[in-house]
């Protein structure tokens, strides 16, 4: 029989490290692609790449995009990164870090990579609970790239399955399901993960991923491992 194989889309954040994690309880081999788009966060290659070599991925393969992504996103323009002193403050709607067609952009370089590894199941970190407004977080846009990827690739609508395995948790569920997933190993794997859009080691905890990753771990009653590094201000 041969070896089952996913890919995985890992950003180096909690989420994709968790994604990763649980496909390598499902599949005998878990391949993973890292974008770089000239993020702000760019610290973030260096997480997913430690994180692939400690989760010990069959492969890791970051994929240059230079400038591809554009938009008033703080992520990838000037624009200054808001700043919240707590979940409250945060303005909801569509969060201003928002890049479109993002996820679009990343599920088609998947598809192309899943078809030449022999992949039909990728997985992704995606989830709509504490999605930011973000539109390319939704399952009904996965659902749809699904059948889009599919089809564009093979001519199969049914071609590809993207997993979303944290879709419908909030953060504080989506740390707890790492956990059992990673066990003893989970506290040396996400001290490894970064989150923070600012680019600081160990999380600013001001920004929107930062609150919403801090708030995870304090509603799940857990210490997250990277608040070590975090320097007081
Ligand atoms: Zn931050």
Same mark, same amino acid.
């Given at each position: ?34 974008f ?19 989760? $010990? =991925?069959?492969?890791? *393969?970051?994929?240059? !995009?230079?400038?591809?992504?554009? &938009? ?25 870090t928002f ?26 970190g995606?989830?709509?609970a ?5 539109y390319?977080c ?29 879709? $419908? =948790?909030?953060?504080? *569920?989506s740390?707890? !399901?790492?956990?059992?997933?990673? &066990? ?23 920004c ?8 995870g ?17």
């Open positions: 029989m041969s070896e089952s194989q996913a890919l995985c889309i890992l950003s180096g954040g909690q989420d994709s490290t968790a994604c990763a994690a649980i496909a390598c309880q499902q599949y005998d081999r878990v391949h993973a692609i890292t770089d788009y000239g993020q702000r966060h760019a610290i973030e290659l260096e997480s997913a790449k430690a994180i692939a070599l400690a989760l $010990q =991925l069959a492969s890791h *393969e970051i994929i240059q !995009l230079g400038p591809i992504l554009k &938009g008033t996103s703080p992520l990838v323009s000037n624009t200054p990164l808001g700043q919240y002193n707590s979940t409250e403050e945060l303005p909801g709607g569509v969060e201003p890049i479109p067609g993002r996820n679009i952009l990343f599920l088609t370089i998947a598809a192309n990579r899943a078809a030449v590894l022999g992949i039909q199941d990728i997985f992704m995606v989830c709509e504490d999605f930011a407004g973000y390319d939704r399952q009904v846009f996965v659902d749809a790239m699904a059948v889009a990827i599919g089809e564009g690739v093979w001519g199969d609508p049914r071609a590809f399955t993207i997993h979303t395995p944290l879709m $419908q =948790l909030t953060k504080a *569920e740390v707890n !399901l790492a956990m059992k997933v990673l &066990g003893d190993r989970f506290e040396a794997i996400f001290e490894l993960t970064h989150t923070c859009y600012a680019g600081v080691k160990g999380g600013c905890g001001k929107h991923a930062c609150l919403i990753r801090d708030r771990f304090t509603v799940a009653g857990v210490t997250d491992p990277i608040w070590k590094f975090r320097t007081k201000s």
